[in-house]
């Protein structure tokens, strides 16, 4: 039984590493979910998390399965959306971003900076994607995942 058990908790240690190294999550970036609800929508569900934002740091390419509603509670955020230039989004300001539009978000501050995303999104699939885009700061052109 012992030895059940042991085995037993390697497979929860093997799975849960493995869904972290899937989407890891960046340097300077803390994400702390506060609900998950199903909605009236069938096949939808809502999402809602704090996503915190060191100085300096960067949450990088990305999409969802859904729209994402962006409420800035603290600090000073840079967000970009793909094909679009930057733009800056400060305490009690918002941003929407459209369903599968890829974007990332960097704070150049040397405060925190802080969200509260809300997540309308197909329920079942991944909330995160990771995604590669042309940038022209870096001046590559990069396929999209």
Known sequence: MKHAVSN???????????????????AGVTRTDLQRHDLSIAGRETVQAR?????????????????????????????QLEGQPPVTVTAGQVLFVPAGVAHMARNRTASNGAELATYIVEKGKPLLVPVVVSTSETGTQEKSR
Do not use: K, N
């Open 8 to 26: 037993l908790f390697a497979v929860i240690l093997l799975t849960t590493g493995a869904a972290s190294a899937a989407t890891p999550t960046p």
């Open 51 to 79: 996503i915190d934002i060191a100085p300096g740091a960067v949450a990088p390419w990305h999409r969802h399965p859904g729209e994402e509603v962006i409420y800035i509670i603290e600090g000073t955020l840079e967000y």
